[in-house]
């Protein structure tokens, strides 16, 4: 799974806020929804979030092994 908890220590780190993210950049709270509860959000997003706080993509996101992830196809 994706966690996303590198993105809430990196934006506490910052000097902007989700009220300035919202606001300022247009970034929904549907988004800030999907980040708090590690859902998908797009490569789009990562890279405007990566801008916006100066930082690059580990500071935005990790990888967790999980035996909760969707099941794999393979042919």
């Known amino acids: 799974m994706i966690d996303y908890t590198p993105f809430w220590n990196t934006l506490k780190k910052s ?8 606001i300022r950049y247009g970034l929904s709270s ?8 590690n859902k998908c959000i797009s490569m789009k997003t990562v890279n405007d979030l990566c801008r916006i706080l100066n930082c690059e993509i580990q500071d935005i996101a990790r990888y ?3 035996d909760h992830d969707q099941p794999l196809k393979q042919t």
Request: no cysteine; net charge positive.
């Open 15 to 22: 000097s902007e806020n989700s009220y300035t993210l919202t």
């Open 30 to 37: 549907s988004t800030l929804h999907r980040l708090k509860h």
């Open 64 to 66: 967790v092994p999980s």
